[in-house]
């Protein structure tokens, strides 16, 4: 794409000139208002951090670190679950989930959030 810097205007330049065309002539000059008071603003880096912090809990949790096999088995693989021997679909994350999905052959899965693919999962267990 071409650039043509004549279909561009310096708004902040014109406004400056404008303040002093007009200090010039002995107007007066208002202050420009303060800025708004800060919002709540995520910092992103802190939240990054904090998401790190909480994946290797979890992972530590149920006994793998960094996709490693720990006491509790391999990553990936599902717990089952008391008397019933069902697999708790709660204790997988959302990237174990879309695996069982695609396996499954669960349509839609690629949109869905982690809490929608464990409950496809369930209805496909169900189901059979």
Request: charged share 35%.
């Amino acid at each position: 794409m071409d650039w043509d810097p004549e279909e561009f205007h310096d708004s902040y330049r014109e406004k400056v000139a404008a303040l002093i065309k007009a200090k010039g002539a002995g107007e007066a000059v208002e202050k420009a208002e303060l800025p708004a008071e800060p919002t709540n603003v995520v910092d992103l880096t802190e939240a990054l951090r904090a998401s790190v912090e909480q994946a290797r809990g979890g992972a530590e949790r149920r006994g793998t670190t960094s996709g490693k096999p720990g006491k509790a088995g391999k990553p990936g693989k599902a717990r089952k679950t008391g008397k019933t021997g069902k697999t708790d679909l709660a204790s997988l994350t959302k990237a174990e989930l879309y695996e069982k999905a695609a396996s499954a052959g669960i349509p839609g899965r690629s949109g869905m959030t982690r809490d929608e693919l464990a409950e496809a999962l369930a209805r496909t267990a169900e189901a059979a």
